[in-house]
């Protein structure tokens, strides 16, 4: 069975540093997203990618983050200066459709900024 | 906005108990509706889904059942395993977007 894969699955950073988070979506897959749930807090839509451009992002997803499609298949979110705030599971999820359809989510990224 | 309402966790239940897991929503248009479960230390797994008003979503045993009348999809069980102990998210999507609106989710403790 297709699935999205994510690395790394836990990652443990300085604050300030900057940090990629990888996503390897499903290969036919279309539009591609990155959500976030702070430790016992929703799920937070982040971002959208659709025909190699943001579709739409969040209030969250700040100049801070940038997202890229850098090949055919990997799909990375990168925080440029890492906040303790940012502190949190990164989910990557993709479908072949807009989201009436379903999202297949990675197992998630844990991002501790110390 | 569009927005998503579950019951508060947790909930604890005795194996072999009947569960319930209560979701309203608000949405403009005709949305989406979904569960998913989230594992102990696992990622976000599509529980179930429907798409249009009396629609049933079902899988392993859990149903929900969408009532636009009542503005809900609540997530039913009727003889809940240890090994359904997870959190539960319901989520919408009203497809204008690209993104799904999630409920805060609902921790389910089924004990033996």
């Known amino acids: 069975e297709p699935e999205v894969t994510q690395t790394p699955s836990h990652q443990v950073t300085q604050m300030g540093q900057e940090v990629i988070l990888r996503c390897v979506p499903i290969s036919n897959h279309l539009y591609f997203y990155w959500y976030r749930q702070i430790l016992g807090q929703k799920v937070e839509f982040l971002v959208s990618?659709?025909?190699?451009?943001?579709?739409?992002k969040s209030e969250i997803f700040d100049d801070q983050f940038s997202v890229e499609r850098p090949d055919g298949s990997n799909f990375t979110l990168k925080i440029r200066s890492t906040k303790l705030e940012d502190s949190a599971m990164y989910f990557c999820?993709?479908?072949?459709?807009?989201?009436?359809?379903?999202?297949?989510f990675g197992q998630g990224t844990r991002l501790t900024v110390v | 906005g569009d927005s998503v309402t579950q019951m508060e966790g947790p909930v604890t239940l005795s194996e072999e108990a009947f569960l319930t897991i209560n979701c309203t929503y608000t949405a403009t248009g005709y949305p989406s509706l979904f569960w998913y479960v989230q594992y102990p230390g696992e990622g976000l797994q599509l529980l179930l889904k429907?798409?249009?008003a009396d629609d049933k979503g079902s899988n392993k045993g859990f149903e929900a059942t969408y009532r636009k009348e009542t503005t809900s999809f609540h997530l039913e069980k009727g003889s809940v395993q240890v090994s359904d102990s997870a959190v539960y998210f319901c989520?919408?999507?009203?497809?204008?977007?690209?993104?799904?609106?999630w409920g805060a989710g609902t921790k389910l403790i089924i004990k033996p």
């Open positions: 990618f659709y025909n190699n451009e943001i579709s739409e």
């Open positions: 989520a919408l999507s009203d497809g204008s977007n690209y993104q799904l609106i």
């Open positions: 999820a993709s479908s072949d459709s807009l989201m009436n359809t379903e999202a297949f």
């Open positions: 429907a798409t249009k």
